[in-house]
Nanobody, 116 residues
Framework: QVQLKESGGGLVQPGGSLKLSCAAS????????MSWFRQAPGKEREFVARIGPGGSGTSYVDSVKGRFTISRSYAENTLYLQMNSLEPEDTGTYYCNGFYRGTQHWGQGTQVTVSS
């Protein structure tokens, strides 16, 4: 049974930082293709960042390049998204995604609100 659970969201002022976590079970984060997506109110779900299995690289949507960093921990089997210099446009529900055994797996999301 694959389970993904996001945490770390909250309310932050523009220019602030948050670090999101995605705790995984039934899937090994460091050997799987893992991604972060987000969905703002009234908009479609949007790709944010991904990290490939093993020695594969990372990729980001243009709007977050230089501000967000995706990473993972073998010891904790957890995926992370470090978000710096947050903007109101970053507001939305952030979802963890993992591709494992031919199936896309999703967490239930964590809310991020960037507002003054």
């Amino acid at each position: 049974q694959v389970q993904l659970k996001e945490s770390g969201g909250g309310l932050v002022q523009p220019g602030g930082s948050l670090k999101l976590s995605c705790a995984a079970s039934g899937i090994t984060v460091v050997t799987s293709h893992m991604s972060w997506f987000r969905q703002a109110p009234g908009k479609e779900r949007e790709f944010v960042a991904r990290i490939g299995p093993g020695g594969s690289g990372t990729s980001y949507v243009d709007s977050v390049k230089g501000r967000f960093t995706i990473s993972r921990s073998y010891a904790e089997n957890t995926l992370y998204l470090q978000m710096n210099s947050l903007e109101p446009e970053d507001t939305g529900t952030y979802y963890c995604n993992g591709f494992y055994r031919g199936t896309q797996h999703w967490g239930q999301g964590t809310q991020v609100t960037v507002s003054s």
